[in-house]
């Protein structure tokens, strides 16, 4: 009896497993035929650059390396659903804030932006904040083009992403203090300016 309420359990955490898989869009970022040099001469591979993502705010990369490239691309995806991260999204469109990445000589910057702006960011970049399901934000490259520190870089920035609930929590105050102060600022900022005009 334990045995057929196990296999019932495994069913059902396969048929999860299953669903959460389905709803995961997969983008080939980088494809690269690498060499190594052997006795007989030179044996050739590829190697997979994937990113994975939820578009709910769950993304992931992975790099894979393999004979042929199908085999290369699974094993690159298989890495990426392992190594996901969970990103704060406001308004499920866009980041909180604006936040800077920095791998290698790879170094990249990405902002907040208002509804409709879309993604403006290009290559990597642009594969990763799709998967993401950011729909708005501008994003830009100012380092080394080599796919692999961009999309390192451009985790590192969405990494150091965080809510007004995450802010508040680590200060130990409500989510009103901190995001009151902002709006206060933001506020006498603006009558400022309207006195000064």
């Known amino acids: 009896m334990?045995?057929?309420d196990e296999q019932r359990g495994d069913r059902r955490n396969r048929s999860n497993e299953e669903e959460r898989d389905?709803?995961?869009?997969e983008k080939l970022v980088h494809i690269n035929r690498v060499a190594a040099t052997v006795k007989g001469?030179?044996?050739f591979s590829f190697a997979a650059l994937m990113v994975v993502g939820d578009q709910k705010g769950r993304v992931g990369y992975g790099h894979g390396k393999a004979r042929e490239v199908p085999e290369a691309i699974r094993k690159a995806t298989e890495e990426a659903k392992k190594s996901?991260?969970?990103v704060p999204l406001r308004e499920s469109r866009t980041l909180h804030h604006d936040g800077n990445g920095r791998?290698?000589?790879g170094k990249v910057m990405v902002r907040a932006a208002p509804p409709g702006t879309g993604v403006i960011a290009g290559g990597p970049m642009r594969a990763v904040?799709?998967?993401l399901g950011v729909q708005d934000v501008v994003g830009k490259s100012v380092g080394s083009s080599n796919p692999y520190n961009m999309v390192r870089a451009t985790f590192e920035?969405?990494?150091?992403q965080s809510s007004p609930r995450q802010v508040a929590a680590k200060r130990g105050k409500k989510v009103s203090d901190v995001i009151g102060r902002r709006a206060d600022g933001a506020s006498?900022?603006?009558?400022a300016a309207d006195a000064e005009g």
């Open 2 to 4: 334990a045995r057929r």
């Open 157 to 160: 920035a969405l990494k150091a």
């Open 22 to 25: 389905s709803e995961i869009v």
């Open 41 to 43: 001469g030179r044996r």
């Open 129 to 131: 904040l799709e998967t």
């Open 188 to 191: 006498t900022a603006a009558a």
């Open 103 to 105: 791998w290698g000589a």
């Open 84 to 86: 996901m991260i969970r």
